[in-house]
C-alpha cells in the first residue's frame, strides 16, 4: 500500500504562483510514475502532468508552459510549481501513482485561484 500526502494549496490571486508537494511512503523507484490530478468543481478528475520511473513528463495542454512537475527522489517526493495561475484553475489536486496494475491517490490540497 503506497500512502501519499499532498501539501501546499490554498488560496491565491490571478497571476499568483503556488507549489504543491506530494510525499510517498513508497520509495519512488519503485513506482511506474507519479504524477498531479485536478478535480474543478463540479468536473471530473483530470491529469495535469506527471512524471515516469525514467523521467519522461507529460503536461496537460492547459498547463504546458505554466507547470512545471520535478522530484527529488532523495526525499521520495514530487512537486507541481505553478505560475501565472488562472480561475480555471482552482480546484483539488490529488497525487496519484502507479504501481504494476495499481492506482494509490491522496486525499489531495484545494488549490483556490480567485479573479
Known amino acids: 500500500q503506497v500512502q501519499l500526502v499532498e501539501s501546499g494549496g490554498g488560496l491565491v490571486q490571478a497571476g499568483g504562483s503556488l507549489r504543491l508537494s506530494c510525499v510517498s511512503s513508497?520509495?519512488?523507484?519503485?513506482?511506474?510514475?507519479m504524477g498531479w490530478y485536478r478535480q474543478g468543481p463540479g468536473k471530473q478528475r483530470d491529469l495535469v502532468a506527471q512524471i515516469t520511473l525514467g523521467g519522461r513528463i507529460d503536461y496537460a495542454d492547459n498547463g504546458e508552459g505554466r507547470f512545471t512537475i520535478s522530484r527529488n527522489t532523495a526525499l521520495n517526493t514530487i512537486y507541481l510549481e505553478m505560475n501565472s495561475l488562472k480561475p480555471d484553475d482552482t480546484g483539488v489536486y490529488f497525487c496519484n501513482a502507479k504501481c504494476l496494475r495499481s492506482d494509490y491517490w491522496g486525499h489531495g490540497t484545494q488549490v483556490t485561484v480567485s479573479s
Open positions: 513508497e520509495n519512488i523507484f519503485f513506482l511506474n510514475s
